[in-house]
């Protein structure tokens, strides 16, 4: 397979899509982890309903987060298991992950142990698309979840894409339009360097999704 490795950028339902790109629409249950081998900081995906996919072949590392009704008054956050997707935007403006009613307990279960789910291109039509799980836990995510995929690619499994074992090392990223003074970014070789990595998809991002991550961290400033 040939992989073509992503340039991202996180946008808005009303922004303009470039004719080379395929939206991914995120729906509010869907925690995007990796993509194309790379960790997106979810704090740029705060209030983000969509991103920016280039063409060709790609792979998505996320999981389900659906907040449940378990008795009157009372709520819990259902977690899945992590889930792993593969699949080519050939001839797609737009793809969603839809998902199957997780509206009881028992479907949840299921859900869990099997995750049927599909990719949705154009015409609400299903996408080829392959795809695997795998466990993760609080350690996976707080900690270098790269590695993890880069182990994930390597071991040959139904969703491995071997081109990601080794990740080449990132292109600068060109400031907006409205920033041209500012400096191309990078992700620091120390991928876990979180100061190098929040500037490099902070560029990425639009205006408006820029200003709802600021708005975020000065509300967590000092926590």
């Avoid at 992503?6 to 509010?28: D, E, R, V, Y």
């Amino acid at each position: 397979m040939k992989f073509k490795f992503a340039f991202i950028c996180l946008s808005l339902a009303t922004c303009a899509t470039s004719a080379m790109a395929t939206t991914l629409k995120l729906g509010p249950d869907i925690e995007l982890i990796v993509v194309d081998g790379r960790k997106v900081p979810a704090p740029l995906l705060k209030g983000a309903g969509s991103l920016e996919l280039n063409g060709g072949d790609h792979q998505l590392l996320f999981r389900v987060n659906k907040t449940t009704d378990v008795r009157k008054g009372m709520k819990e956050v259902f977690h899945s298991n992590g889930l792993i997707a593969t699949f080519n935007t050939h001839n797609q403006s737009a793809i969603t992950i839809h998902l199957p009613d997780l509206s009881t307990p028992k479907l949840r279960k299921q859900f869990k142990q099997k995750a049927h789910y599909q990719l949705m291109g154009d015409h609400n039509q299903p996408i080829s698309a392959t795809t695997d799980r795998i466990t993760l836990t609080e350690a996976d995510l707080n900690g270098d979840i790269e590695k993890k995929m880069i182990a994930y690619n390597s071991a040959a499994l139904p969703a491995s894409v071997p081109a990601l074992t080794a990740l080449p090392p990132s292109q600068p990223v060109t400031p907006p339009a409205n920033d041209a003074n500012a400096e191309p970014l990078t992700p620091a070789a120390d991928k876990t360097d979180p100061f190098i990595l929040m500037q490099y998809w902070f560029q990425k991002a639009d205006q408006k999704t820029r200003q709802r991550f600021l708005q975020w961290a000065a509300g967590n400033d000092g926590q």
